[in-house]
Every structure is written in C-alpha cells, then in structure tokens.
C-alpha cells in the first residue's frame, strides 16, 4: 500500500510540475513573440515580423487557431520531455548515493 501512495504522489507531483512548465513555456513564448518587433527595430531587419506574419496566417481565423494550438502541443511535448529528463536525472543522482 506505501507504494501505491508513493507511486501516486509522484504522479500528482510531475502533472503539477508538468502542467506548471506547459504554462511557463507559453507565457515564455508570449514574451518571444511580443519582442520581435523591438528586435527588428534594434537590428535594421524584418525577420521577427516575417515570423509574426507567419503566424498570423493571413488574418485567417481557422489557420491561426491552428497554429496556436500547434505551439501550446509542442510546449507540452517539451515540458513532458524536461519533466522526464529531470525524473530520471534525480534518480540517477539517487542511486549513485
């Protein structure tokens, strides 16, 4: 029985650390996004509006919907792998104790 609140305690710790990270990575991303266009201003180029087209899809609803969604998808993927990474790494570390 210690094990199953064990097993589900560290369930419950990596989905909060898993959900946390998800929502660190977007606002991360939001902030990227917004600073495009100073960093074209500071470097005399266009790139980060180039991108901020892109994303924008043409003004069209269901395009830009999708590549919301595309970006909130690979921020989970990335926090599911970082939240992974770091489980194993820590039980490595425990282990060579």
């Excluded at 199953?4 to 929502?23: F, M, P, Q, Y």
């Excluded at 939001?30 to 266009?37: E, F, G, I, K, T």
Aim: net charge positive; aromatic share 6%; with cysteine.
């Amino acid at each position: 029985m210690a094990q199953d609140e064990g097993s589900i305690r560290l369930t419950v710790i990596k989905t909060g650390a898993t959900i946390g990270l998800t929502a660190l990575l977007v606002f991360l991303l939001r902030w990227v996004l917004s600073v495009l266009p100073r960093f074209d201003t500071m470097t005399g180029g266009h790139t980060g509006g180039d991108v901020l087209r892109f994303l924008a899809s043409n003004g069209q609803a269901q395009a830009q919907q999708t590549v919301a969604v595309v970006m909130i998808v690979l921020c989970f993927v990335l926090a599911v792998l970082l939240v992974h990474g770091i489980e194993r790494l820590l039980r490595r570390r425990r282990a060579s104790r």
